[in-house]
């Protein structure tokens, strides 16, 4: 009966195992692609900024004005949380700038249809706005509902039966309590991987913060003489 019972238990927990090794392996590739996301956005925000010094007036101060405010609303969807009521206005004040923006590169080309820099950038204001609609993308794609709860299951049922396992043969509590804590720990840190701009682990917004603090110099090139 206790050999039957050790062999059931021995079975269970190999494959509450193999769930949380799943669920936190899911946890972490999505915050790896947040990650980069972030990485991404800011590039191609530095890069704009820095093609956005080639064109003409006036659209090119204008156009510096509204990618250092675009810049400062990203860095603020790091500390939003997904699909709030904060999100939701950070968001959208975004997609205004880039309306914004998409008129002042289309009337820097207007006024120099040949000229290579509005072109470069409105290439590169184009991956700006994709880079976004990624990275948001990324922070609200979350761990299934159903792997989560499948997880949790798993662990209270393998911790309940190590309690019934002390309770039968009377030792093995420091073995109990050492899975307990493995488990619990393991769930904690999948969930917090999960929740991407709150809890302890958090994706880092350093990318960002300093393509914004290379906006505070004055631009390094100077305005075009003529488009």
Known sequence: ?????GVLQGALLGVVALILAFGLTL??????DRRAATVDEANAIGTSYLRAQLIAEPARSSSLDLLRRYTDLALRVSKEVPGSTGMRRTTAAEDVLQRQ???LAGESIARAP???APRLYVDSLNTTFDAEASRL????NRVPGAVLALEVLGAALAVGLLALHIAVLGRG??????AAVLMTLLLLVTFDLDR??????????TPLA???ASMVPPPAAQAPSRP
């Open 114 to 116: 040949v000229a290579s």
């Open 210 to 212: 300093s393509v914004r």
């Open 196 to 205: 991407p701009t709150r809890g302890l682990i958090k994706v880092p917004d």
């Open 27 to 32: 946890a972490v590739g999505r915050y790896e």
């Open 137 to 140: 993308s990324s922070l609200n």
């Open 101 to 103: 923006l998409w008129g």
């Open 173 to 178: 509590l420091v073995a109990m309590l050492s």
């Open 1 to 5: 009966m206790r050999e039957s019972f």
